[in-house]
Each structure stands twice: as C-alpha cells, then as structure tokens.
C-alpha cells in the first residue's frame, strides 16, 4: 500500500515550457487535491476534485490545469511555466472532501519544481 | 473560507509542554479543526481533529473554547522528533484552510 505517489520528484523548466505533474493513490478514496508551498505562505490549495469526473478551484488556481483521469489519478499542468511557479507542490487525498468532521487529508512526498 | 493566524515560530526545551494557539474567527458553524504536523521534505500528517471542547488522543490534545474563535494544539513533554511545522485548519463541508503555519523548534 504506497499511499499517495507523486512524480517527478524535482523539475527544471524554462519559462514558458510546460509540464504534467502525476499523482496517483490506492486507497480508493474518491477526493484529490493539489497545493503548492513557497517560504513564508504555507500551504494554499490550487485544485481539487472531490469525485471522480469533478473539479474544482481552490485559492490559487491560475495557470494552471488539473485532470482527474480516474478514481486513482488527479495530474496537474503548468501549461506555460513562469518563474512565479517555482514551489513545492503537493497532493492529496481523501476519502471525501466532504464530511462533518472532515475526513483526514493524506499527502505525497511532493514535487519540488523550479522555474527559471 | 475560513482565515487562520497563528505564531510564526516558537522554540521550546526538551521535556517540556507546548501549546501553539490559532484564530479562526470566521469559522463556520459547520467547520471542525484539524492539525497537521510536516516534518522537513515531508507532506504534513493528520494530528488531532476536534469541534468544541477538549480532545485527546496518543500525541496531542486540543482545546477549543466555546466561542471556537481559536484553537489551541498542546503537545505534551516535547522532543527533538516534534521539531515541524503544525497547521491549524478549519473545514468540514468546504476544502480545508491550511494557512502559514507555526514552526516548532525543540531544543536540548
């Protein structure tokens, strides 16, 4: 049982180069989500899906775009990266987004990604 | 969403207890509040979770008064292992606010 994986695990791009971030879990839960961290700002949600076939924005979504590919798989991509970008992102899961008390939030390891 | 503020740092000895407070003042009726802890490199792990009162588990204990306009994470007899950062984050019903967070040093 890996929990919540994320690849790659570091990334270099030029400005104005894009990419996929992947993230996948086996848990069967049917929540993702993606944050990003810079010094400073804690963690602030970007994108999350709470079902399979849904998405939704969270505080900081532009530029960007998410898929939920299936129940297991929520990827992320930068389509045209800028400097602005350059973060530790990360993903989660959760067996709903939805719930009193919420459910707990499983992370991944993160992607550390620099744009320069 | 609900908007959190808690210190940015805090230093403690070894042995002693710790207690890291966090507003929350527009929290909705509905809302819980959890903290997580994220070590270095690492995504943050669920702590304690609670919506009035006091709660206990294994690691930590969380009192949240009857206003639950803040919160307050105590970490009983700390070691070098809780050196993180925690993040008090309110959300039930709408995705969770994870905020700045506090970074905890334990010192020998």
């Known amino acids: 049982n890996a929990g919540v994986t994320q690849t790659p695990k570091f990334q270099v791009l030029k400005t104005g180069q894009s990419m996929t971030l992947q993230c996948a879990q086996d848990?069967?839960?049917?929540?993702m989500y993606w944050y990003r961290q810079d010094p400073g700002m804690g963690l602030r949600l970007i994108y999350y899906s709470a079902s399979e076939g849904t998405t939704d924005k969270g505080e900081v979504p532009n530029g960007y775009n998410v898929s939920r590919l299936n129940k297991r798989e929520f990827s992320l991509r930068l389509e045209s990266a800028a400097p602005s970008q350059t973060s530790v992102y990360f993903c989660?899961?959760?067996?709903?987004?939805?719930?009193?008390?919420?459910?707990?939030?499983?992370f991944g390891p993160g992607t550390r990604l620099t744009v320069t | 969403l609900a908007k959190t503020t808690q210190p940015i740092s805090m230093d403690s000895y070894e042995g002693q207890e710790v207690n890291i407070t966090c507003s929350h003042n527009?929290?909705?009726?509905?809302?819980?509040i959890t903290w997580y802890q994220q070590f270095p490199s690492q995504g943050p792990r669920f702590i304690i979770q609670?919506?009035?009162t006091k709660v206990t588990n294994e690691v930590a204990s969380l009192f949240i008064p009857a206003d639950r306009k803040s919160s307050t994470l105590s970490l009983p007899r700390v070691s070098l292992s809780d050196t993180a950062v925690y993040y008090c984050?309110?959300?039930?019903?709408?995705?969770?606010?994870f905020g700045k967070g506090t970074r905890l040093s334990v010192i020998a």
């Open positions: 984050s309110p959300g039930g019903n709408t995705p969770l606010v």
């Open positions: 848990m069967n839960h049917n929540s």
């Open positions: 989660a899961s959760s067996e709903s987004s939805i719930g009193q008390p919420p459910y707990e939030q499983y």
């Open positions: 527009n929290i909705a009726t509905n809302d819980y």
């Open positions: 609670g919506y009035k």
